[in-house]
């Protein structure tokens, strides 16, 4: 067990225990084996069926239940009280899933939407929103990308304008996971619109009624097909004159951006945990199938080009894992190591498509084929290198640390 | 107006902790003040002074894990690997860091793991002191990734062997005062017929036939030496008979380890030297580095030693706790020297015309990393164990 030595704040890591990591206690461990266990059993079984239908609510409120989704929350909102790296542990035991799109969904609940309440939002508000949130009684999204802007988030158009004692909302939002069945969405709106990153202000935005409609002036105006993520429903939304009291603002007027730049870089380093769990996985998989398909005489793992490509794929991926894991001590030790988390999402997202890549090559043909799903994994994981941060952005994010 | 907060006071990353940032700064203060400014008048010389080792003998950093009792300072491996990495980072030569390195962790481990008390005494203790210089002889003209095909031969003879071969590649193989030799002991040799026996450069029959000349490592004499009937007394044999395969692969794991931790802190030092030279160069008006090109190269360059770090730390501190770590260091080593060498290529691209110039000592970093992928285990050697330990 960790403990904090004498007039430091730094917390000493353990090594004696003989722990796989020192970032995780036993208690993760016990975390790990259970919900692991729970995503075998509940989730891995429908992710094919899940892929047409997309993932149904009911299993984010069996997670609620079962305490998965409030894992990183204090007790008193309804959470589990942990620390930070349970959010790594919950990202891992995600990838024995089968279905990207499943984890995507529960990602944005868990790590993008309900963090910025937990952190900013008025005791009302997580009342409304953050317990709900995390019994998975509703469901939550983020809206920042427009159809205009992506990664220029500062260049945002969506407007909210104060009208008496509510906001009037006008814009709309593309990308958005969950979008086209969420309660409530954290909405990114401009309420200067003559001002880039000082303009922009967060709304929690209830999207649905007690009856499940939409509120007036909201609608899902396309549920978008995408390269993969398909168990993931992903909305345009439009929002004419949609009206928000104004408790629902969310943290400080004008400081949005800076409250999301915040918000991106848990998210981020939880995404790149995705990433080399997701890549374990393919692996694992991949490896079964080479010890078991025999050509020119012998299994094809054993011919040394192929044993090559699984020696570098584990490589890859385990140098970002503990990248990952290191700045997730940072994180954790009280450190906003915004040039490590950036740098770690990159290099995890790009490892995750190489190796589908590789994996989908040693597979062969049964590589190409629906039935095997590494080629789901290949269409599912390369949204990694575009989402919570194009690979472009965290190089200018990264490069601009260093004062470039 | 920039939202990006840099990282600013932080902790040492572990396994590392505040008990080890003294010697950090102070490996980095002499290697600035009494290595740095040497090494381009080295590197021509083909050689660093022998004084050198005597010097860093005194100050203790020959003896960082070996105990008092030999002289050493009572430390562990993490005191070393700090040493390791400053030394990279602050000195700026490959081939300085593997004179010294090959000495300290690669020819002494072996004695102090292995050897008897009087053995300790005849080598270890003028090793950790800089008065006797050490090498490792493994690799032979005809062996170098199949150490098991070894060829040099010790034939017992009542008590001494004479032995016949020749070992090259041999890091302080011009000047070292022992060599710790691997041979084979039987007919057949292979995995259960090798032992190591520790030469001396003044037996009779022991022969440097040569200096060779490298792409980098200027500094760092490498030697091919013959042996011609060369009388070894039995007292010399290092371990069991035999039994010097095991001793072998022992000693492979901290080698690539010094290596994965000596990349990390070569790595830091070109990048510094990148960032400096682009925010300092200017071009259409503009620092270089305010291009978006060089941004993301650069950007692309600390991606890769943050994560070279991470492994290479990672595989340290397992090792560090005595657990099997065999996957992992070689991992480490496998990511580290290919990162190495990718990060040398960018700094000179970035540096442009001076990057080719010697007088950077970027060029040289570049022709230094080179051997990386090579030494200590090839690439290939490294996804070969990688791959069986996946039970390929």
Same mark, same amino acid.
């Given at each position: ?271 790149? *945990? ?131 | ?90 000195? $700026? ?54 150490? *098991? ?23 302080? $193989? ?59 007394? *039995? ?158």
């Amino acid at each position: 067990m960790a403990t904090a030595s004498e007039g430091s704040k730094v917390i000493k890591p353990d090594f004696e225990s003989g722990r796989k990591h020192f970032i995780f206690t036993q208690e993760h461990e016990d975390l790990r084996e259970s919900m692991r266990a729970w995503v075998e059993k509940e989730i891995y079984p429908h992710r094919n069926e899940w892929e047409e239908t997309c993932w149904p609510t009911s299993i984010m409120r069996r997670a609620g239940e079962l305490g998965y989704l409030g894992l990183c929350f204090p007790e008193e909102y309804g959470g589990q009280g942990g620390d930070y790296f349970y959010s790594i542990v919950r990202a891992e035991c995600m990838s024995y899933s089968g279905s990207g799109g499943t984890n995507m969904a529960f990602a944005v609940q868990t790590d993008m939407a309900l963090p910025p309440i937990y952190m900013l939002g008025t005791e009302e508000q997580k009342r409304r929103y953050l317990t709900p949130g995390i019994r998975g009684e509703k469901v939550a999204a983020i809206g920042i990308t427009e159809p205009g802007a992506g990664s220029d988030v500062a260049g945002i158009r969506t407007t909210a304008i104060r009208d008496g004692d509510e906001y009037v909302i006008n814009g709309t939002k593309t990308f958005i996971t969950n979008g086209p069945r969420a309660d409530f969405i954290v909405l990114v709106t401009k309420t200067d619109p003559g001002a880039r990153h000082d303009g922009i202000t967060l709304f929690i935005v209830d999207l649905r009624d007690e009856d499940g409609n939409p509120v007036p002036g909201f609608t899902v105006t396309s549920e978008l097909e995408k390269m993969g993520m398909h168990a993931s429903d992903t909305g345009e939304l439009s929002f004419e004159d949609v009206r928000v009291p104004a408790e629902n603002m969310l943290g400080e007027e004008g400081k949005g951006f800076y409250h999301i730049a915040w918000e991106l870089q848990g998210e981020r380093l939880v995404a790149a *945990a995705g990433c080399h769990a997701g890549a374990e996985r393919m692996i694992e998989r991949t490896l079964q199938y080479a010890k078991e398909r025999e050509a020119f005489g012998r299994p094809i793992g054993k011919f040394q080009a192929i044993r090559h490509k699984f020696a570098e794929m584990a490589t890859k991926t385990e140098a970002a894992k503990q990248f990952t894991y290191a700045t997730a001590w940072r994180f954790a030790n009280g450190e906003y190591p915004v040039r490590e988390i950036t740098m770690a999402k990159l290099f995890a997202s790009r490892v995750a498509c190489e190796v589908a890549d590789e994996c989908v090559q040693i597979l062969g043909g049964y590589g190409y084929m629906k039935e095997y799903e590494i080629e789901r994994a290949y269409r599912d994981v390369r949204l990694n290198r575009i989402g919570a941060g194009t690979d472009e952005v965290m190089l200018d994010v990264i490069g601009r640390s260093y004062g470039l | 107006m920039t939202v990006v907060k840099v990282t600013g006071e932080r902790a040492p990353l572990p396994p590392f902790g505040e008990e080890h940032e003294q010697l950090r700064e102070s490996v980095r203060r002499f290697v600035s003040k009494e290595i740095a400014p040497h090494v381009d008048e080295w590197e021509r010389a083909r050689e660093f002074p022998r004084e050198l080792y005597r010097r860093c003998g005194e100050l203790g950093f020959l003896g960082l894990k070996f105990p008092e009792a030999y002289g050493g300072q009572g430390g562990t491996h993490l005191h070393d690997a700090v040493w390791v990495e400053e030394l990279a980072r602050s000195g $700026g030569s490959g081939g300085v860091a593997a004179g010294l390195n090959a000495h300290a962790s690669i020819a002494m481990p072996p004695i102090f793991n292995f050897g008897t008390e009087e053995q300790k005494q005849r080598w270890l203790v003028p090793g950790i002191a800089g008065e006797k210089i050490g090498a490792l002889g493994i690799t032979e003209p005809g062996a170098g990734s199949d150490v *098991a095909s070894i060829a040099t031969r010790a034939r017992r003879d009542g008590n001494r062997y004479i032995v016949n071969g020749a070992k090259t590649f041999i890091t302080n $193989g011009v000047r070292a005062d022992f060599l710790v030799c691997a041979c084979r002991t039987t007919e057949a040799g292979g995995h259960d017929g090798i032992s190591f026996l520790v030469l001396e450069s003044d037996m009779p029959g022991y022969e440097v036939s040569g200096k060779l000349e490298k792409m980098g490592w200027h500094s760092s004499d490498t030697g091919e030496i013959t042996f011609t009937d060369v009388e070894v007394p *039995a007292e010399n044999l290092l371990g069991e008979e035999n039994g010097g395969f095991r001793l072998i692969m022992a000693n492979f794991a901290w080698e690539r380890l010094v290596m994965a931790i000596g990349a990390v802190g070569a790595m830091d030092r070109l990048i510094d030297a990148a960032v400096a030279y682009a925010g300092e160069r200017e071009a259409f008006g503009r620092p270089i580095g305010r291009f978006q090109a060089t941004r993301h190269r650069i950007a692309e360059m600390g991606t890769k030693a943050e994560a070279a770090r991470s492994i290479a730390y990672h595989a340290l501190r397992l090792f560090h706790s005595g657990r099997d770590c065999v996957r992992e260091v070689s991992m480490a080593k496998l990511f580290t020297q290919r990162a190495l060498l990718e990060v040398a290529d960018e700094a000179l691209q970035i540096h442009g015309g001076y990057g080719y110039m010697r007088e950077y000592g970027i060029e040289r970093a570049v022709r230094d990393a080179r051997l990386g992928p090579i030494g200590g285990g090839t690439d290939e050697i490294m996804k070969e164990i990688i791959g069986r330990t996946m039970g390929l």
